[in-house]
């Protein structure tokens, strides 16, 4: 399966191949993105974080730009949070139904 992001402007996209969705939480791997040049800088700084085992405040600064997104997963009324990437590829998010 996969799933499409868009963000709200509709001016970031990535596309989904999902391992795994059970509970809400989506994981699987980026394999297209449209992230510009600040947003990819935050996630490669963030995967440098994961891989060295020091994660901070840099997950929060990411997900909060994200969140400035309102990236939601087309076709769906779903809104993505509590984002995650790693090594640029490998993903994990939960989902929440806008419609509730």
Do not use: C, P
């Not at 868009?6 to 001016?11: G, I, S």
């Not at 795994?20 to 980026?30: A, M, P, R, T």
């Not at 997900?63 to 997104?69: E, N, V």
């Not at 009324?77 to 990437?85: E, G, H, K, L, R």
């Amino acid at each position: 399966m996969k799933l499409l992001l868009v963000d709200k402007n509709n001016e970031h996209k990535a596309e989904v191949l999902v391992e795994s969705f059970e509970d809400n939480l989506v994981q699987g791997i980026i394999v297209s993105h449209t992230f510009d040049k600040n947003l990819i800088q935050k996630i490669t700084e963030f995967e440098d974080l994961v891989n060295s085992f020091v994660i901070g405040e840099l997950l929060d600064e990411v997900t909060d730009q994200l969140d400035a997104y309102g990236w939601e997963v087309t076709g769906k009324d779903w809104t993505i949070y509590a984002f995650q990437v790693f090594e640029l590829k490998h993903i994990s998010f939960r989902i929440k139904n806008d419609k509730k």
